[in-house]
C-alpha cells in the first residue's frame, strides 16, 4: 500500500501482505485525533514500525502533543510543506507507527474505535467493529 501528502513531498509504503485481509484500521474520537484530522474522527492505521517506509522525511515536521487524555506525549509528525498529518508515535504503543489513513487510494476495514462514548451524537457504530471507552491499550471495551 502506497500513498502520498498532498503536495507529494512525503511518500508513504507498508509492506504488509495480509495487510487488506483482515480488519486493521483504527478510529479514534479523542479531541486531538478530531482536531489534527480535521474531521469527526482521526482514521489511523497502527502497525509495525518495520514495515513502513518514509520517503522525504526530511520533510517531516513533529509537534509534540503533551495534553493528551492518556496522559502520554504524542509526537505527531506532518509534512512541513503542505501541512498533511502523516504519522504518531505513542509510548503507549512500542515498535508502532501510526499512520494517517487519508494518505491512501485504499485502507483496510477498521477493528477499532476509541473514545467511542465521545463520538458525535449523529453518529453510529460501525457494525463489527470493537469500540474502547478509551485507548485501545488498556481500556474498557463497549461492545464485549
Known sequence: MEGSCLCGAITVKVSDPDLHTQPRGHLCH??????TSGSAYGANLMIES??????GADQ????????TRSGNTISRFFCGNCGNPIKSISPAAPGKTILKCGLFPQI????????ATERQMWEKAYEGVQQYKAGPFKSERLDA
Request: with cysteine.
Open 30 to 35: 479523542c479531541a486531538n485525533c478530531r482536531k
Open 50 to 55: 518495520e514495515k513502513v517506509e518514509i520517503t
Open 60 to 67: 517531516m515536521k513533529e509537534y509534540r502533543d503533551s495534553r
Open 108 to 115: 483496510p476495514r477498521p477493528e477499532a474505535e476509541s473514545f
